[in-house]
């Protein structure tokens, strides 16, 4: 009895669980760089892709309206409120707090009531059109992670276009389009998230959604960045694996949920009717009481922190790479091309560790770097590391690599990259041995050797 009671109560909680929380609060994994694991050598570190959390990113932004002078209040100005039009009793005027309108309150603690807003100047200037950018810069690369969400205080506009920008407001392209009536303003069919499928959604869609008077009670705009994750991921983002297999392999998909900053581009403030009631143009205006980005800083698989210091984010990087986004290796540490990290194979990913230049191994102590001493040098596991490969660890003198697991040597040389003359290690080698002296220059190369293979260990492992 008690048992059937307790699963009762199990499967409850469960489906009210899975109905309170469509989506994972936090989605996805990648929060730890490096981690220490223990072989027969003893402890050493296993490295793995990485990645910020998802964070309000409006926290880190600037704001930038045009024209500048475009909020209201600045000379002070009536306007007419939405739900009554000839009721224009209301003041915006920027000297007095209380009825100031600036931009920073698009991002400010929303919760208190009456809520707070930026504010437009009115539609005095009609029929010159009402239009103003407000531009979102990062100074940085960010992956999007949750829906762009705005929230009018005013009506929602007729028009409006959301654009993105990956190279710090350069250049520009559209994100999507909102109307009241896609196919006079945009000349585009209609669309929702819901008419995009795997293959279409990277499609830039012009939606009435937003806009149409059977949702005039809302006052929100949604550009969906879930219902894009869900087409890989399931209806409620249970698969993650398969949304970062795309996002991994797939670098259009990737670059669309990236920018360094959006641009919101209002182009015809909230009519509500099919003419301008040009007696009562203080009731058209713009007005934004809250912008919501959530999203994380890019640091190609190579960071989990990103720091805010001078107004400026940073990733830390891991894995001996360096810069803003992590997008380069590290001084002496250009052994190989720089490589962003992978997702593949799920879940730890793949580092892509830079390793350090030849040129730079004559001097170990130089690096903050711990190198093994050459009786350490044997593998273990040849999972765990490439003995040997046709690009830094090359079988000497004649050997031949065998599945990168080890080298086969010729008859008068042994070691792991046939390095050393098998006379020596019998204490033979000499004039009448048949094998020659050791070759000049060996402890120098013993030492790119060790360097060499404690780099590969350290990058496989």
């Excluded at 003041?91 to 309108?101: F, I, K, N, R, Y």
């Excluded at 297999?245 to 015809?268: A, E, H, N, P, S």
Aim: hydrophobic share 30%; aromatic share 10%; net charge negative.
């Amino acid at each position: 009895m008690y048992l059937s009671r307790f699963l009762s109560i199990h499967a409850l909680w469960v489906t009210v669980s899975s109905v309170m929380q469509p989506y994972p609060l936090v989605w996805g994994h990648y929060d730890v760089c490096k981690t220490q694991i223990y072989t027969e050598e003893g402890k050493v570190w296993d490295y793995m892709a990485c990645q910020p959390e998802s964070t309000d990113m409006t926290k880190y932004l600037k704001v930038k309206l045009d024209p500048p002078d475009i909020t209201c209040g600045d000379p002070p100005e009536t306007f007419c409120a939405m739900g009554n039009p000839y009721m224009c009793n209301n003041e915006c005027d920027a000297s007095t707090p209380e009825l100031a309108h600036p931009p920073e309150l698009m991002f400010d603690f929303e919760g208190r009531h009456p809520s707070t807003f930026w504010q437009s100047a009115t539609w005095k200037e009609y029929p010159k059109p009402l239009q103003v950018n407000i531009t979102l810069s990062w100074s940085k690369t960010i992956e999007l992670t949750d829906n762009i969400v705005i929230t009018f205080e005013s009506g929602r506009p007729d028009q409006m276009i959301l654009e993105k920008s990956l190279d710090y407001g350069r250049t520009w392209q559209p994100y999507q389009y909102y109307a009241t009536d896609c196919l006079d303003a945009f000349h585009m069919d209609p669309k929702s998230v819901r008419d995009l499928s795997q293959h279409t959604v990277l499609e830039i869609i012009c939606t009435e959604e937003y806009s149409t008077s059977y949702m005039t009670n809302s006052k929100i705009i949604h550009f969906e960045i879930k219902d894009r994750f869900a087409f890989f991921a399931g209806p409620w983002l249970r698969n993650m694996a398969s949304l970062y297999g795309q996002l991994d392999t797939t670098k259009k998909l990737r670059d669309f949920f990236t920018v360094t900053d959006l641009r919101i581009r209002l182009l015809r403030p909230a009519v509500g009717e099919i003419f301008v009631d040009e007696l009562h143009l203080a009731r058209y205006f713009y007005a934004i009481s809250d912008i919501k980005v959530h999203g994380r800083c890019k640091c190609n698989l190579h960071a989990t922190v990103c720091v805010y210091d001078n107004s400026k984010l940073t990733c830390e990087c891991e894995h001996n790479t360096t810069g803003p986004d992590c997008g380069k290796c590290k001084k002496n540490y250009q052994g190989r091309p720089w490589s962003p990290g992978s997702y593949l194979p799920i879940p730890k990913g793949t580092a892509n560790t830079c390793i350090p230049s030849i040129s730079s191994i004559g001097n170990p102590p130089k690096f903050n770097r711990k190198w093994p001493n050459i009786s350490s040098l044997e593998v273990s596991n040849p999972k765990q590391a490439n003995v040997c490969d046709n690009e830094l660890l090359h079988c000497q003198n004649g050997g031949t690599c065998h599945n990168n697991v080890r080298c086969l040597c010729p008859a008068a040389y042994t070691g792991i990259l046939c390095e050393k003359l098998r006379c020596e290690e019998a204490g033979s080698c000499g004039p009448d041995s048949g094998q020659g002296a050791p070759p000049r220059g060996s402890p120098a190369l013993l030492s790119l050797l060790a360097a060499l293979l404690g780099t590969a260990g350290q990058l496989c492992i």
